[in-house]
């Protein structure tokens, strides 16, 4: 009873209604929900904390920045969905609303959009000197196994380097990007390495233009920190899994290198293996055992000379429950 009237008298109010319906399935910073909402960073930040008391939202810490999203369990969760059912989402505010964090995301997109533009051609020699590869690209090949899979899923493919490694494993691979520069240079590596049955097209991984149910292994080497909706993304490239399908996630574990944010557009700064989880559970997947990877020694931790943070990578297996009937591959009819 008074968790319900806590979370009630917390949700009537309308700018504290109009956060619940922004954040319905975003994740925002306080900056950014004042540029929604129209309205000073103390006003929103006193909305968001009733709301988080209420235990509607939850604040989640990320360096220098802090997120809010909505709880999804927990006892005021019911309330929230409740509320949701009953808004008219026509209202003119929330349509204002709405509109305002359309502007608010491509502007988010176009930065990390711009940022991989400018790197593209540096962008192995960067990675490099942030982890481990081969050992990573070692475990991947275990974790794909012998093979030979039939359909090979690579989003974020960038510059292709991904889809090289595995090629010898798959009768088909395809690599999706969002970056017309990263898709010009993962096709000109498959050329030069005559690997036909390998091919990269442009798309997005909140909006795969592939049909669900049919491939065999995706992979996320990568992408994951730079998305501002993880867990949408995760869940999207589950529904292009057939029953028994694997996704292999590989990415940076927890960190508090704030400088990622900042100079390389990082979104999220590493995942916790619950969160990752989290996102593995909510599409319908059941996480494998997960590998870590410590960080180099500190003599290898080096660019050009200069000390870089040691960061750990991760690499997360998920299987999809294989309780559907096998579905026909048509990979060519999706490229
Ligand atoms: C750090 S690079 C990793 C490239 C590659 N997976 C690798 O490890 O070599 C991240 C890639 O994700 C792509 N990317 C970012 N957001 C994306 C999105 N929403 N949909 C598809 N690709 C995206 C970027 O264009 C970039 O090429």
């Given at each position: ?115 991989f533009?400018s790197l593209a051609p540096d962008w192995d020699r960067i990675r490099a000197a942030h982890v481990a590869d081969e050992?990573v690209e ?16 690579d989003?974020g493919t960038g510059t292709g380097r991904i889809l090289e490694i ?9 690599g999706?990007d969002?970056s017309?520069e990263m898709l010009h240079l993962a096709?000109t590596r498959l050329?030069s390495l ?27 080497h990568h992408v ?26 590989v ?13 390389y ?38 660019r050009d ?31």
């Amino acid at each position: 009873m008074d968790v319900l009237v806590h979370a009630l008298k917390a949700a009537g109010e309308p700018t504290r209604l109009r956060i619940l319906v922004v954040l319905e399935r975003n994740e925002l910073t306080v900056g950014e929900l004042c540029r929604v909402l129209g309205q000073s960073q103390p006003r929103v930040s006193r909305h968001l904390k009733l709301l988080v008391d209420a235990g509607l939202l939850e604040r989640h810490a990320e360096g220098a920045s802090a997120f809010f999203r909505p709880c999804l369990d927990g006892p005021a969760r019911r309330l929230y969905e409740t509320v949701l059912d009953l808004v008219e989402a026509d209202e003119l505010v929330l349509r204002t609303d709405r509109a305002r964090l359309e502007a608010v995301r491509a502007e988010r997109a176009e930065v990390a959009a711009s940022y991989f533009e400018s790197l593209a051609p540096d962008w192995d020699r960067i990675r490099a000197a942030h982890v481990a590869d081969e050992t990573v690209e070692r475990a991947l090949l275990d974790a794909v196994g012998p093979g030979p899979i039939d359909t090979l899923l690579d989003i974020g493919t960038g510059t292709g380097r991904i889809l090289e490694i595995l090629a010898p494993r798959c009768r088909r691979g395809l690599g999706i990007d969002r970056s017309r520069e990263m898709l010009h240079l993962a096709r000109t590596r498959l050329d030069s390495l005559g690997l036909e049955h390998c091919a990269v097209r442009h798309g997005d991984i909140y909006q795969l233009d592939i049909p669900s149910g049919t491939m065999d292994v995706a992979v996320l080497h990568h992408v994951l920190h730079f998305l501002d909706r993880p867990g949408d993304a995760v869940r999207e490239v589950a529904r292009t899994l057939r029953p028994g399908g694997r996704l292999l996630v590989v990415d940076f574990a927890r960190h508090e290198v704030e400088r990622l944010r900042t100079e390389y557009a990082h979104h999220r700064l590493g995942f916790a293996d619950g969160e990752v989880m989290a996102f593995c559970s909510d599409a319908g997947l059941e996480l494998e055992p997960v590998a870590h990877f410590a960080p180099a020694p500190p003599e290898h931790a080096r660019r050009d000379g200069e000390a870089v943070e040691r960061l750990t990578v991760t690499l997360w297996g998920a299987r999809k429950n294989a309780i559907a009937p096998p579905v026909v591959h048509d990979l060519e009819a999706a490229s």
